[in-house]
């Protein structure tokens, strides 16, 4: 059965609403309309494969529909009118996977929206996502929390690194492709050599906390992250 995607508007205004139907259309993401009264209840019920909570200002309205969401582990795209550095800061800390501010260009939308639904279908079949992974039993990388650890030394990571670090902790020991790991960063358009930097950072931190070299280069694919040293 489908898994669809929530769409969840907030007082929008009629043509960035409009924008985001059409690109939602173009990429072929199937989804369903839910009013911001319904969320908590629908979510007892049955979660969708993401959401996107679209507002026209920020309201208490919608930061209390994003934190229902961020509990039961929904990756949600929050879009939103007038948006301030505050205001995505407290997004992001409340658990959205990305804040787009509006009006936004079609193609920004359509990467974004890519990226979200994309970046679920890539997930393990199963049981719903752990609340953390464990690598090479040296690294423990916490997903509710979206932090990492090495140790008891925490590794401060961007929302792009921890995204790419993320993706191949879940497929640990398997290949992950370069535009898979360029979704999962939340940008199908990044470039090899923009995504062999946040590697190549990524790498950086990890062995300043003290972890062992433990993300592979594979020739002409992609990276792949060792499950044991």
């Not at 902790?169 to 062999?196: I, K, T, W």
Request: aromatic fraction near 4%; glycine fraction near 6%; include cysteine.
């Amino acid at each position: 059965m489908t898994r669809h995607t929530w769409l969840i508007p907030l007082d929008p205004a009629p043509a960035a609403f409009k924008t985001t139907l059409g690109t939602l259309e173009d990429c072929a993401i199937p989804y369903i309309i839910i009013g911001p009264e319904l969320v908590r209840e629908r979510l007892d019920e049955t979660a969708p494969l993401a959401s996107i909570v679209h507002g026209g200002a920020i309201t208490p309205e919608l930061m209390d529909v994003q934190r229902w969401l961020a509990e039961f582990h929904v990756p949600t795209l929050v879009l939103a009118e007038r948006l301030t550095d505050h205001y995505e800061a407290s997004l992001l800390d409340r658990g959205a996977r990305d804040v787009v501010g509006l009006p936004a260009s079609t193609r920004k939308l359509r990467s974004r929206l890519d990226a979200l639904v994309r970046s679920e279908r890539l997930a393990p079949v199963g049981s719903s996502l752990p609340d953390s992974v464990s690598v090479a039993g040296t690294m423990d990388i916490h997903l509710r929390q979206r932090t990492v650890d090495v140790g008891s030394r925490r590794v401060n990571l961007t929302k792009s690194e921890f995204e790419i670090l993320l993706a191949l902790a879940l497929h640990q020991g398997d290949v992950m492709p370069r535009a898979e790991l360029a979704v999962a960063a939340g940008n199908a358009y990044l470039s090899d050599r923009a995504l062999e930097s946040h590697i190549s950072r990524i790498r950086m931190k990890l062995r300043a906390a003290g972890a062992p070299d433990c993300i592979d280069s594979v020739r002409s694919v992609g990276y792949r992250l060792q499950t044991a040293q």
